[in-house]
Every structure is written in structure tokens, then in C-alpha cells.
């Protein structure tokens, strides 16, 4: 079965440095992977899918994520931090029971 | 008009009631959601319906009913729940049930049981 792994549940930066939420996905197929924001009391926010259209997937808000099979990985990069970016992101894969599974989430907190 | 609404927003009902949530979203989609969050949690899919007919149960407990009425709409009957049972419930929805389309979710509603 498809899962995801977020490494670190909390991620600190200062407003206007790099932002690096980490996603690494476990399949035995090509997946399809998907990042969610969640802001405190609200529902989740797509920002960007992979759907193996291309390597480099550019979504809302100036986020990107970069598919990269010989790592497994898929992680979000915004080049710099705005205080609206502090929420929560899931990282999430589709399997082929056609249900989102998501990973246990990254608390984004910025600093100013 | 690209929403899922979900109603109420906040939900307080004792361990004997009966209460819905309700899920409408007008985006023409054919597969629709209910999931539950637990406080730090990431959400856990419980029903999926396609084409208005239920697809997926993850052995959710049967004081869960779904109901799907139409394209439309997706409500969440709940009777005799536990205090374990307080969390966000999210709706979403998705053009197909399929492994590339991405799900909208709605705001959710705050369940608290007591």
C-alpha cells in the first residue's frame, strides 16, 4: 500500500528564507501526490499535485515541489517565507483504492 | 462556483441525540467525501461515494450513516456517539473518484460529543 513520511513535524524559519517541508512516498507504482495547507479551524487547500505530467510542479502561493523517483521524495519549497504561510501541510499520495492517504503533517511556523 | 460548503460549522450534541452534517458542493463533481480529524491529526477517509453510490466504507462504526441524496448533496447522520467521537468532520469532493483527481474540501464542522 501507498503512504507518505513528513519528516519533522514543526519547521521554524524567518520570514523571507527558504521554506523545505520534506515528503518521501512509499509505492509500488508511479504515484500520485498531492500537497495540502491547512490554516488553523479550516478545511485543507490544495497547493500542488504530481501527476507525472512533470518532474517540477509549480502551485498556488509560490510553492513548488520537485518529484524525484531516485530519493522517492517530493518536497515543498517556497523560496521565501511570508508570515501567511505559517499552517499546517500534509503531504498526501492517492492509491490505487482511489483514497487520499495522508502523512501525519508539518507545522509551519515564521518567525518575523 | 468552485466551494464545498459544510454545515453547521460547529456541532455541540449529547451521547443519546441524533444530529446530520451536511456536505453541498455545485462543481458539477461525482465523487464526494467525508472524512474525521482529530486534534493534530491528519484526516482519515471514512465513506467515498461515486455516481451517488457509496463506494468505499472504512469500517466506520454504524452510529455513522452516509447518505448521498443527489450529485449534490452528502449528509452525515450521527446517533448514539461517544465523547471519542468529537472532531472536525471534512467533506470533500472531486470531478471523479480516481487516483489523479484532487479532492476540494470544505471548512468542515467542529463535532463535540458530550
Known amino acids: 500500500a501507498q503512504s507518505v513520511t513528513q519528516l519533522g513535524s514543526h519547521v521554524s524559519v524567518s520570514e523571507g528564507a527558504l521554506v523545505l517541508l520534506r515528503c ?22 490544495l497547493l500542488l499535485k504530481y ?9 498556488i502561493n509560490g510553492f513548488e515541489a520537485e518529484f524525484k523517483k531516485s530519493e522517492t521524495s517530493f518536497h515543498l519549497t517556497k523560496p521565501s517565507a511570508h508570515m501567511s504561510d505559517a499552517a499546517e501541510y500534509f503531504c498526501a499520495v492517492s492509491d490505487h483504492g482511489n483514497k487520499l492517504v495522508f502523512g501525519a503533517g508539518t507545522i509551519l511556523r515564521v518567525k518575523s | 462556483d468552485t466551494e464545498v460548503t459544510q454545515t453547521p460549522k460547529h456541532l455541540v ?20 467525501y467525508w472524512y474525521k480529524q482529530k486534534a493534530k491529526k491528519p484526516p482519515e477517509l471514512m465513506f467515498v461515494y461515486s455516481y451517488e453510490k457509496l463506494s468505499i466504507n472504512e469500517s466506520v462504526p454504524s452510529r455513522f450513516s452516509p447518505e448521498c441524496p443527489n450529485s449534490s448533496l452528502l449528509n452525515l447522520h450521527l446517533h448514539a456517539l461517544q465523547p471519542e467521537d468529537s472532531a472536525l468532520y471534512l467533506c470533500a469532493s472531486s470531478s471523479r473518484q480516481g487516483n489523479y483527481n484532487e479532492q476540494f474540501f470544505g471548512p468542515g464542522t467542529r463535532l463535540t460529543v458530550l
Open chain 1, 51 to 59: 501527476t507525472s505530467a512533470a518532474t517540477l510542479v509549480k502551485g
Open chain 2, 13 to 32: 450534541m449529547g451521547m443519546t441525540n441524533k444530529k446530520s452534517l451536511k456536505c453541498e458542493q455545485h462543481m458539477g463533481h461525482r465523487a464526494m
Open chain 1, 24 to 45: 518521501n512516498y512509499s509505492s509500488s507504482v508511479p504515484p500520485y501526490l498531492f500537497w495540502y495547507v491547512q490554516y488553523p479551524n479550516q478545511g485543507l487547500q
